[in-house]
């Protein structure tokens, strides 16, 4: 029997491959562990760079109950989201529909979590990483906490910009000389999403990741919840209290739940 490893690097152009994945009212989850993701994109990388850096870009996504929830009145999103190469379960809800579905994803993986894991890997082969979005400065001083934590790291370069179509040449060009392997696009879903999804032949990187507001929290803008609350799977509480505007959003979180339960099982479930 194959290894995810190898499954992986069986699998060169887009998609881990539906073997190995879940559909959450019709949004691909891809089951597999932090440690399986990192292997995928280090090896993209890896790819990339063996190719003359001829192997076009592939999309990661890192999908929550609200990406769902978007995805189900969002047509363009929803295709986008079917296309990427690795959809990974952040956001403890859709871990919890993959297990009441019966085909339970490994853990929760978050853009805030990957980054870092990410930054240490670059650090050690010297792969270049870009931070693109978050207010002007965030990304600057997310780069900078990261080269201290992981010393020899390689930042090809940090720009806020913004989402807006206008603004795409000029970061084009940004990236075009910056020479990253990796990019990490903070600009909320579904922004970032269809943003990449929009550029992702013109990229000059192995792997695009839209990772929300992971550079708030990485810069020290914005305080995490505590790794108990994360543990017990109540990170998004956590954001509540520190957050309340953001309860309209956040009212996802039970009809995704409901949904799940009363319409998740049935045919592919699309409900
Ligand atoms: N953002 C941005 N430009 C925009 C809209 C959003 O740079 O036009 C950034 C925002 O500053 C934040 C991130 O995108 O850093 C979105 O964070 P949010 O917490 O809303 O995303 P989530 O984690 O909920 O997906």
Not at 25 to 42: H, K, S, Y
Not at 60 to 67: G, K
Not at 137 to 156: K, M, N
């Amino acid at each position: 029997m194959m290894s995810s490893v190898e499954q992986v690097e069986s699998t060169p152009g887009q998609s881990w491959g539906n073997a190995r994945s879940v559909s959450v009212l019709g949004v691909r989850i891809d089951r597999v562990t932090q440690e399986e993701a990192l292997t995928f994109i280090e090896e993209r990388i890896r790819r990339r760079r063996a190719s003359g850096n001829r192997l076009p870009c592939c999309q990661v996504a890192t999908v929550n109950p609200e990406f769902v929830m978007e995805a189900r009145r969002n047509p363009a999103f929803r295709r986008v989201l079917d296309e990427t190469a690795l959809n990974v379960p952040d956001g403890i809800g859709v871990v919890w529909a993959s297990r009441y579905l019966g085909q339970p994803a490994p853990e929760r993986i978050t853009g805030t979590d990957l980054i870092p894991a990410l930054a240490e890997r670059c650090a050690i082969h010297g792969y270049r990483l870009y931070l693109l979005g978050a207010a002007p400065g965030v990304a600057e001083a997310a780069a900078a906490r990261l080269c201290s934590r992981f010393p020899g790291l390689q930042i090809a370069g940090t720009y806020a910009g913004s989402p807006d179509p206008a603004e795409e040449e000029t970061i084009l060009e940004r990236l075009a000389a910056a020479q990253a392997d990796l990019l990490c696009v903070a600009y909320g879903a579904p922004a970032q999403e269809l943003w990449i999804w929009r550029n992702l032949a013109r990229l000059p990187v192995a792997v695009a990741i839209g990772v929300g507001g992971a550079l708030d929290f990485l810069s020290g803008h914005k305080k995490r919840a505590p790794h108990a609350w994360q543990r017990l799977g109540l990170e998004w509480l956590y954001r509540l209290y520190r957050e309340p505007w953001r309860w309209r959003r956040m009212l996802a979180l039970p009809r995704f739940a409901l949904l799940v339960i009363f319409k998740g099982r049935g045919r592919h479930s699309q409900a």
